[in-house]
């Protein structure tokens, strides 16, 4: 499938690699099938990704795992909210948090209220709200320049 990004220009992505959303993301239901964009030599530890919208060429989200900023990050979900993707273990659960980057880069943050779980298995995911006490805006500048100079 051809896809003509606004950031990556024109991309060929495997019917295989499209994860649905079923109720598309916060402020965007209409959007529900995504794709993720990384630099696969990157890969890793702190690695940004971008969550690609194949609905919508223009619309992008930078994502990052949580566990990279917060390592003890453990959310807590409405079992309910679940059900739609299927059998989810440990194994198969990716989890996701939209990264904003403001004028100001020293703040940027990420959201950890509100991830994307992702079952890996059958390559369907939502849009959670966390019943934990985690912030919109986590910042992370200071915790990937560590990384960075620890790599």
Not at 78 to 100: A, W
Not at 107 to 118: G, Q, R, T
């Amino acid at each position: 499938m051809k896809a003509n990004t606004r950031l990556f220009g024109e991309i060929d992505i495997k019917e295989d690699k499209i994860i649905k959303l079923k109720e598309g993301i916060i402020g965007f239901p209409d959007l529900q099938n995504f794709t993720l964009i990384y630099d696969e030599e990157k890969e890793g530890k702190g690695s940004i990704k971008w969550l690609q919208s194949m609905d919508d060429p223009s619309f992008a989200l930078p994502v990052i795992n949580p566990l990279d900023v917060k390592p003890d990050y453990q959310m807590l979900v409405n079992e309910e909210g679940l059900e739609s993707l299927g059998k989810m273990t440990e194994e198969n659960t990716f989890i996701l948090v939209t990264i904003t980057v403001p004028e100001k880069i020293e703040e940027m943050s990420v959201n950890l209220k509100a991830p994307f779980v992702i079952n890996t298995d059958n390559l369907q995911g939502a849009q959670m709200i966390v019943e934990d006490d985690y912030p919109i805006k986590y910042k992370i500048y200071e915790i990937l320049n560590k990384k960075k100079a620890g790599e």
